[in-house]
Each structure stands twice: as C-alpha cells, then as structure tokens.
C-alpha cells in the first residue's frame, strides 16, 4: 500500500543509503530523473553528480549536519527528453542522532522553466519592437495619426502637428473628423468603417495661406477582423502643388508659342507667296489675329501723317461704343508713329510699325482684344513686330516688282512687231500675260516677210522673267531678223541664231524657239525646233496633228548644235498653230492641260476666225487652271486662204 502510494506522488523519490550513496529506493516516477532503465527496488546505483560544487560533497554535509537543502532549477540532462530542469531537496532520516539514510525528492519544472523563458522572451521581443516603432515613429518624415474606434486621436508625432498646423499638445485626444475639418471632413470615418483612402487631397486654409495635403488612411484590425481604430498619414504637398502649376504654366506658355510658331512660319509662306497688296494685306489682317489671339486686327497705311485703314478682319467701329477702347487706340496709334516701336496699351491693344528700310513709317498693324481676355504678352508683341517686318519687306518687293512688271511690259509690247499682210495667208498673233505671275515672262512672236512670197512665222521663250527677260527677248527677236535675208533654210537659220547668242546671253540663259517658213503659193512649210513644242496643223474638217521631227536643244544651250529642217504641207483653208508652252503647262492642282487635250480640243476650238479661235484657246486653258494662267503665253495662228490651188 505505502509503495502505490508513494508511486503516485507527482515526484520523484530517492532513498539514498550515506555508505555509498547508493540508491536503495526510488519510486515510480523518479524513473524519469535517473538513467537507464532502473528498477524498483534496485540497489547499489550511483547517482549522478547534479549540484555544485559535487553532488556527493552536498549529501556528506546533509548527512553531517543532519539538516536539510534545497535547489531549484537544476539542470539535468535526459537521453530522452534532453535538458530538463528540476527543483531537488534533500532530507535527512531518523529520528535522532546520525541519519540512517537521507531523502532526495526531485519535482520536474522542466515546462514551468520553459514557459517562464518564453513569457520572457516575448517580453524582451515586444519591449524591443515598441523601441523600433517608436524609433520609426519619430524618425517618420510624413505626418502619423493613430485614432481609436471612435475617430479619437490617441497618437500623433510631431510632423502631423507641423503638417496641420496645430500645436502638438491640440493633437492629443481630438477628433480627428473635425480636426481636419473642410472638404476632408468624415475622411478618418472612411477608414473607420474598413475603406482604404489613397491619396486624398486637403485644403487647410492657414492664416490666409492655402496648404495642400495629400492624406492616407487606414484601418487598424484586430486579429478577428474587428477595427479598432485608423491610421491616417498627412503629407504637406504645397511645394509640390505649387512646383506643378508653375510646370503647367510653363507647358501652357511652350504650347502657345509652339502654336504661335506654327502660325507664323505658315503665315510667312503666305505673305511671301501673294502677288497682289489687296489680298496680302487681307492675310496679314486674318492671319494675325490667330498669330497672336486677337479679336480685331487693322492694317494703316500712312500718307503724310494720316492714317487710312485698307484691310481689317474685324472693323475697330466694333468699339465705338466704348469711348475709352477708342481713346487708347487713337493713343497708341499716334504713340507708334512718334516712336516707330512695337507698343502695348495693356488694355487689349497692340501696334507694330510698318518701316520702309530707310526707316520711313509706311503702315501700322493694330490688334485689339486678346480672345481669351487680358492684355497681349510680350511674346505676342515679338511674333506681331516680326511680322509687320516681313510685311514691310514684302510690300516694298510687290511695288518694286509692279515697278519692274510695268517697265518690262512697256518694252515687251513696244517691241511687239507691226503684222504685215501676206498674200493667200491669215495671221493672227495673241499674247497673254499671266494672272498669276508678278513678273513679265520672257515669251516672245514675230512674222517675217520673206523673198517670193513667203514668210517666216517665229515663236520663242526666253528662260527668266521680268526686265533681264523682256531685254534677252528682244536680243533674241532682233538676232532672228538679222538673218532674214540669207536665203536660209529654218535649220540653217536656227543654227546660225544660236551660233551668236551666246555673246548676248550668260551660259545659263536659254532660249526655245520654232521656226515656221510658209510658202502659200505652193502650200509647203519648212520648220526647225529648238528646245520648243511642235506646231499643232489642223486640215479643213479634219483632225489636228503635231508637225513630226525630232527639236534640237534649246538656243544657247550648245555652240555646236546643228538644226534640222523639216516640211509639210498646208491645204487650202488649213490651219497651224505655234505656241508657247504656258498654254499646254496650264493647271488644275496637279494636272496638266497638256498637249493631248490641246489637240483633242483644237478642232472645236480653231473653226472661228482666227482672232475668236485665239481667244477661245486662251479661255479654254485659263479655265481649266481655275480660271488664272501661271505663266505668260504666245498663240501664233496661220490660215490658208480658201479656193487658193496646190501649187498655184
């Protein structure tokens, strides 16, 4: 009974015997503390050592002394459950005088040691990690709140103070709804209610001054889901804010002036390109208005210190009724005649000179209201001065050029040869100036009485315009005459022409010609081509044909050229057609009237007399090209006389 007993006690229980200290009992779970494999009532076994400084040194004075010990936490190792940790004492038995034997109960606190190290070890883990976060807390860059459940401040660093401006101690148990307060009102609550906010942007209006923040939040969970409270980081963005309007702006102002630029590069081709003040100063006008955003824009010629407006888009009367709008430009106006300088009014007005090279002022450019309200920039006033210069520039070229077209056109019609009569023959001669062109071309026509007869039909080009072209022309038209009498043949007369132009014309001027010898006695024509398009014959109601025989270069081209000479025949009432190429180059966008339609049309075209079948030529090409011939053209019409025999 006592051995159940004593096997059921929670510890471990050795009788030792002082003779050798030998275990001379040990109960059940005291099977556990010893190694091996130990029996009950097994003698004669050494306990191991397990107390300093030796265990047999702590039995001898227990057993000496005849009182008892205790020690807690002794370590003893297990092959198989490895370290373990036990609270041993030891006590002496008998009643008095020597013990006969002494008593050690070891309890097993191997699990209370164990748990107590873990408890410390998380303690330690937890004091570390609240010193982490607190280091991260303070070291934050960015504004930190933490809130409980009710959206009540219970942690705030001192950046969140700075960010909104509060005082740090104002922080502590605020609201944080109200706190915030504006359009971030009920933002925290968002949080709260399990929402994560990104990026929410705040306008705290702090003594006058707008401060912009971007604000995050987020929940704070327990570990069963339920939200316990928020997380909210302020970040003051102003600088930010600030640094990306100035960038739009900057962007904004980089767009206008690439658009500005785009304007005025497309408005410079066209001023360049007009050919008549009218329409040119009608583009400057509209085309400014875009180039700098104008509403109105008026162009002022000058005559003696007078003002007259000859083009505007929007007339300056549409600010009649604003009696101080009129006053500022009549100011302005004359502000800019005095000073000859771009100037502003900075109430919507800006006027740019038009200066002569000699700085005579000739004009003034005024643009009045900015579309999208406000003054003109100095960007603008940049842009309009360079243009009214352009304009300036291209005003002076256009009446140097009109200067230049009328004395060219003088001499090329003075020089216009008086058409003699030749018998058995109609001749008709048209030439057309171009409608496009600022410049006289070089096209030029003459008939020559010949011996016998006959008569020489000439029609030619001389490369270039204006008056270098009008004077080579007449180089060229008297040099054809100066060989008239030499009895030649058109070839031979073509080659000596081009043997002794080139004293008269640089090597890179040229001329095309054809060259027609009409015998209407006997109805033949002799020809010679240099560089030009062969003369179209149309019979009597039959269709029109191009004369064959391959043209030479053109004049001047090559001092050694050799020119052929080519025949035909020309029936009764049959009709030939020389011409330059500014008839058959007429065009419509990219299309060419060409020769293919000039023969096409020439039956239906050249059955009037020859004056009505020039004319309808003319109108013909000068329709298909939309109504303007580009280029300067000479129609040259022969006709043989009716009833007139084959070698009569």
Same mark, same amino acid.
């Given at each position: 009974m006592a051995a159940t007993l004593l096997n059921q006690v929670p510890a471990a229980l050795l009788v030792l015997d002082p003779a050798d200290w030998s275990v001379s009992y040990a109960n059940e779970p005291a099977l556990d503390f010893l190694p091996g494999s130990l029996g009950l009532g097994s003698v004669a076994r050494s306990l191991p050592d397990l107390l300093q400084p030796s265990t047999a040194e702590v039995l001898e004075e227990v057993y000496r002394e005849g009182r008892g010990r205790s020690f807690d936490e002794v370590a003893r190792q297990l092959p198989s459950r490895g370290e373990t940790f036990w609270n041993l004492s030891l006590s002496p038995l008998g009643a008095e005088g020597p013990p006969q034997r002494v008593l050690l109960c070891a309890v097993d606190v191997t699990e209370q040691v164990r748990l107590r190290e873990g408890l410390r070890g998380s303690v330690a883990r937890e004091a570390e990690r609240t010193e982490e976060l607190a280091a991260i807390v303070a070291a934050f860059s960015d504004g930190l709140i933490l809130t409980d459940a009710q959206g009540i401040v219970f942690f705030a660093n001192n950046r969140a103070a700075e960010v909104l401006g509060v005082g740090r101690p104002d922080l502590d148990q605020a609201d944080a709804c109200a706190l915030l307060g504006g359009n971030g009102a009920g933002f925290p609550c968002e949080a709260l209610r399990g929402e994560e906010v990104r990026n929410h942007r705040l306008v705290l209006d702090r003594d006058g001054v707008p401060v912009h923040i971007a604000a995050h939040a987020s929940p704070i969970r327990e570990r069963d889901g339920s939200i316990v409270g928020a997380a909210l980081v302020v970040v003051d963005i102003t600088g930010w804010v600030q640094a990306q309007r100035k960038l739009e702006a900057a962007v904004a102002v980089e767009r206008r002036r690439s658009a500005q630029l785009r304007v005025f590069s497309q408005l410079m081709m066209s001023v360049n390109s007009e050919t008549e003040p009218g329409r040119l100063l009608d583009t400057v006008v509209h085309g400014s208005t875009r180039l700098a955003g104008a509403l109105s824009a008026s162009f002022y010629s000058v005559e003696r210190g007078h003002l007259r407006l000859d083009a505007h888009c929007v007339s300056p009367e549409a600010f009649s009724r604003d009696q101080a709008a009129r006053e500022r430009v009549r100011s302005l106006l004359g502000r800019v005649m005095r000073e000859r300088e771009t100037l502003r009014s900075g109430f919507g007005e800006l006027a740019a000179p038009i200066l002569e090279g000699n700085g005579d002022l000739t004009g003034i450019l005024l643009l009045t209201r900015r579309a999208e309200g406000g003054g003109f920039g100095a960007d603008d006033a940049v842009f309009v001065g360079n243009l009214a210069a352009h304009v300036s520039v291209a005003l002076q070229n256009l009446r140097r050029i009109e200067h230049e077209r009328e004395i060219a056109e003088y001499l090329q019609r003075a020089m216009l040869p008086d058409i003699a009569a030749i018998e058995g023959l109609e001749v008709h001669f048209s030439y057309r100036s171009a409608t496009e062109s600022t410049l006289v071309g070089g096209d030029f026509y003459d008939l020559i009485p010949l011996p016998r007869g006959r008569c020489a039909l000439i029609a030619g080009d001389v490369c270039g315009k204006g008056l270098s072209a009008a004077t080579q022309t007449a180089k060229a038209r008297y040099m054809f005459r100066a060989y008239a009498s030499f009895e030649l043949s058109p070839g031979q007369w073509l080659t000596l022409v081009n043997e002794n132009l080139g004293s008269s014309l640089?090597?890179? /001027?040229? !001329? =095309?010609?054809?060259?027609? !010898? !009409?015998?209407?006695?006997?109805?033949?024509? =002799? *020809?010679?081509?240099?560089?030009?398009? +062969? +003369?179209?014959?149309? /019979?009597?109601?039959? +269709?029109?044909?191009?004369?064959?025989?391959? +043209?030479?270069? #053109?004049?001047?081209?090559?001092?050694?050229?050799? *020119?052929? =000479?080519?025949?035909?025949?020309? #029936? #009764?009432?049959?009709?030939?057609?020389? *011409?330059?190429?500014?008839?058959?180059?007429?065009?419509?966008?990219? /299309?060419?009237?060409?020769? /293919?339609?000039?023969?096409?049309r020439a039956p239906a075209l050249l059955s009037g007399s020859l004056a009505q079948s020039a004319e309808a030529l003319l109108i013909e090409a000068a329709e298909f090209a939309g109504g303007r011939l580009r280029d300067d053209v000479v129609v040259a019409l022969c006709r043989r006389a009716q009833g007139v025999s084959q070698g009569s």
């Amino acid at each position: 009974m006592a051995a159940t007993l004593l096997n059921q006690v929670p510890a471990a229980l050795l009788v030792l015997d002082p003779a050798d200290w030998s275990v001379s009992y040990a109960n059940e779970p005291a099977l556990d503390f010893l190694p091996g494999s130990l029996g009950l009532g097994s003698v004669a076994r050494s306990l191991p050592d397990l107390l300093q400084p030796s265990t047999a040194e702590v039995l001898e004075e227990v057993y000496r002394e005849g009182r008892g010990r205790s020690f807690d936490e002794v370590a003893r190792q297990l092959p198989s459950r490895g370290e373990t940790f036990w609270n041993l004492s030891l006590s002496p038995l008998g009643a008095e005088g020597p013990p006969q034997r002494v008593l050690l109960c070891a309890v097993d606190v191997t699990e209370q040691v164990r748990l107590r190290e873990g408890l410390r070890g998380s303690v330690a883990r937890e004091a570390e990690r609240t010193e982490e976060l607190a280091a991260i807390v303070a070291a934050f860059s960015d504004g930190l709140i933490l809130t409980d459940a009710q959206g009540i401040v219970f942690f705030a660093n001192n950046r969140a103070a700075e960010v909104l401006g509060v005082g740090r101690p104002d922080l502590d148990q605020a609201d944080a709804c109200a706190l915030l307060g504006g359009n971030g009102a009920g933002f925290p609550c968002e949080a709260l209610r399990g929402e994560e906010v990104r990026n929410h942007r705040l306008v705290l209006d702090r003594d006058g001054v707008p401060v912009h923040i971007a604000a995050h939040a987020s929940p704070i969970r327990e570990r069963d889901g339920s939200i316990v409270g928020a997380a909210l980081v302020v970040v003051d963005i102003t600088g930010w804010v600030q640094a990306q309007r100035k960038l739009e702006a900057a962007v904004a102002v980089e767009r206008r002036r690439s658009a500005q630029l785009r304007v005025f590069s497309q408005l410079m081709m066209s001023v360049n390109s007009e050919t008549e003040p009218g329409r040119l100063l009608d583009t400057v006008v509209h085309g400014s208005t875009r180039l700098a955003g104008a509403l109105s824009a008026s162009f002022y010629s000058v005559e003696r210190g007078h003002l007259r407006l000859d083009a505007h888009c929007v007339s300056p009367e549409a600010f009649s009724r604003d009696q101080a709008a009129r006053e500022r430009v009549r100011s302005l106006l004359g502000r800019v005649m005095r000073e000859r300088e771009t100037l502003r009014s900075g109430f919507g007005e800006l006027a740019a000179p038009i200066l002569e090279g000699n700085g005579d002022l000739t004009g003034i450019l005024l643009l009045t209201r900015r579309a999208e309200g406000g003054g003109f920039g100095a960007d603008d006033a940049v842009f309009v001065g360079n243009l009214a210069a352009h304009v300036s520039v291209a005003l002076q070229n256009l009446r140097r050029i009109e200067h230049e077209r009328e004395i060219a056109e003088y001499l090329q019609r003075a020089m216009l040869p008086d058409i003699a009569a030749i018998e058995g023959l109609e001749v008709h001669f048209s030439y057309r100036s171009a409608t496009e062109s600022t410049l006289v071309g070089g096209d030029f026509y003459d008939l020559i009485p010949l011996p016998r007869g006959r008569c020489a039909l000439i029609a030619g080009d001389v490369c270039g315009k204006g008056l270098s072209a009008a004077t080579q022309t007449a180089k060229a038209r008297y040099m054809f005459r100066a060989y008239a009498s030499f009895e030649l043949s058109p070839g031979q007369w073509l080659t000596l022409v081009n043997e002794n132009l080139g004293s008269s014309l640089a090597r890179d /001027e040229f !001329v =095309t010609a054809v060259l027609v !010898v !009409v015998d209407a006695a006997v109805g033949t024509i =002799t *020809y010679s081509l240099a560089g030009h398009p +062969p +003369p179209l014959l149309m /019979e009597a109601g039959g +269709p029109a044909r191009f004369l064959g025989g391959q +043209p030479g270069l #053109p004049l001047n081209a090559l001092e050694e050229q050799r *020119y052929a =000479t080519h025949a035909d025949q020309l #029936p #009764p009432g049959a009709t030939l057609l020389l *011409y330059t190429d500014g008839l058959f180059e007429a065009r419509a966008d990219t /299309e060419l009237f060409g020769v /293919e339609r000039l023969a096409r049309r020439a039956p239906a075209l050249l059955s009037g007399s020859l004056a009505q079948s020039a004319e309808a030529l003319l109108i013909e090409a000068a329709e298909f090209a939309g109504g303007r011939l580009r280029d300067d053209v000479v129609v040259a019409l022969c006709r043989r006389a009716q009833g007139v025999s084959q070698g009569s």
